[in-house]
């Protein structure tokens, strides 16, 4: 039965089905006649769209449909956010395709619906047989002899590889698939390696093929063992899609869990930033007292003293200390919360521990005490801000299994080390309530979740299960019910090595006296950076980027301070404008960003290869962005 209400769509699923020898039942546009037909003419399967005309929508059909009927059901939508999802996996579907999809992808979808309501209600005889089959449904069919010489191959796997059939059979299978990891590295094939070992093999998280043209796509692959009945292996068939929609869901999907535990930690983060502001504001308000108070003949009661000067001094010392803190904080959240499109960087383990650690640190203190046994690893190569979100869904699970209580007696420790192959370990220790023994096998799969509808989705531990495999690393748990849990991190070492800076000593050289210029809307932060660069430079200060663009008609500058984002004339416009009258001095320019960036914004500091800098900065980094930029 097919459930969907635009009629031309409706027509096209039965015309295919129809081609594929299924019987279709007259067309349904809505929940109640779904539900009618179901009553009278009870289907195998339901093709359900989940937007649909009327008082019910698709996915509370389902709800119905199943509760009553336990009827089959495969979801065909455009609608793939997360809160719809959730939905529709409450509802146990047997299958979900997103639209636009091929004849190929439907067929599938259906014959895995049909074979698991089979396989759920009565096991059969030639049960081997019919796995088999399930993993070999794929888009793309590349079947080998025992020598992995090509016997056959489908339209769609010509279509992935690039290679005909007529040129493909008789060749050997890696010369037509060529597959390469994250770094466009060749990975071993992993048919050679099960037909040599007899088993099904699978590749890598994150692998692509390379088409015959060059074209990368990511897929998934598996490839199965064909035996004769004394269990010769005669060859073997290889299965592989294109993923490249669930790829991009995936981190859609990953990134709105960064943003949601970045909303549930907002006040514990809150407070990290409001106990240094307090004690920030307290001592420059001293300081300020201080300096304004006047005695009983109207003169300032302030005297410099020594023991004045250097109260005044402490005073605002911990006021540096309590921004140098916050500043800190709001870098962690950038750095979290930050889309880098799958870059990878050389990553030191405990520079993200720590910052998921701070991150959570007012929750922790709460639950347990947070302890660290940091050994030695090597570098890895990933993306910093995806290694802040694992680490910090670790140490929030760690937490909640925990409770709230005596937080003397409970203990989160987070363990680092290097294992004898070489990879790095890291491992969340927690002393909560531990995981049963029947969860075990399900905490990583996605929607899989013992806690209430509120408190999340299920998606957090397979989301951080994605990024460690996609890193060619692993993640592991050993828990037991009563004693608590360790979560176990493992990831290989990177290729290459970090830079180290020059530890010669420098000779020092007298400093040289610039021009600079600052144009940013908010005159105390431009007053701020003229006070502290005034005593080795010549600041001139403009709160008007057009007013600013004037004076470069006029004078020279070494170093031109932009922020990006500013009413009037943004950043963006000031480039371009001064690019075009004086390129030199475009090249002069170094934006400052506060971490607001609209679309044009990302794509131009992308395109540009002027400096940036992120508020808040710290003058020594001014500095030296103006030392580079002296003759």
Known sequence: MVVEDEILIAQDIRRILTGFGYDVLPLVATGSDALSTAEARSPDLVL???????????????????????????????????????RAMQTNPFGYILKPFTDRELRMCIEVALSKQELESR????????????????????????REVIKFM???????????????????????????????????????????SSFAAMLPHGSEIVSKSGRRLPIDDTATVIKDDRGVVLGRVVVFRDITDRVKMEKRLAFSERLSALGTMAAELAH??????????LNVTFVLDALAAVGPDGAPAFRPTREHVEELRKALQEASAGCASARKIVQDMRRFARVDNGVRTLVDLPDVLNAAARMTANAIRHHALL??????????????????????????????????GNSTEHEIRIVTFTEEGGRAVVEVHDTGCGIPRENLSGIFDPFFTTKKVDEGTGLGLSICQG?????????????????????????????????????????????????????????ALGNALGRVLEREHTVVVEADAREALARLGKEDFDVIFCDLMMPRMSGVEFYETLAK?????????????????????????ASVANVSIAKPFDVESLRAIIRDFLP
């Open 467 to 523: 990024i460690v495999s996609g890193l060619g690393g692993r993640i592991m748990v050993d828990s037991e019910v009563g004693r608590g849990s360790i979560f176990r991190v493992v990831l290989p070492p990177a290729g290459r090595k970090r830079e180290e800076p020059d530890s010669s000593p420098a000779i020092a050289s007298p400093p040289q006296r610039g021009r600079v210029l600052v144009v940013d809307d908010e005159v």
């Open 371 to 404: 302890r660290f046994a940091y050994g030695t690893t090597p570098f890895v190569e990933a993306d910093e801000g995806q290694l802040i979100q694992v680490f910090t869904n670790l140490l929030v699970n760690a937490y909640h299994a925990i409770g709230e």
């Open 154 to 196: 489908n339209a769609a796997a010509e279509t992935l590889t690039g290679w005909q059939t007529g040129d493909a059979v008789g060749r050997k299978l890696c010369e037509v698939v060529h597959l390469v990891d994250h770094d466009n590295k060749r990975l071993p094939d992993p048919v050679t390696t099960g037909l040599r």
């Open 581 to 605: 009258s004086n390129p030199a001095a475009a090249r002069r320019i170094v934006f400052m960003t506060g971490g607001a960036f609209t679309a044009r914004s990302k794509s131009f500091l």
């Open 123 to 146: 096991l059969i005889a030639g049960e081997r047989w019919f796995s088999t089959t399930l993993q070999s449904i794929g888009d793309a069919v590349i079947a080998t002899d025992e």
């Open 272 to 281: 990290e930033i409001n106990n240094p502001l307090a004690y920030v504001t």
């Open 48 to 86: 359900m769209d989940i937007k649909l005309k009327g008082s019910m929508d698709g996915i509370e059909t389902a709800a119905r449909l199943q509760e009553k009927h336990r009827t089959a059901i495969v979801y065909l939508t455009s609608h793939s956010d997360e809160t719809t999802l959730a």
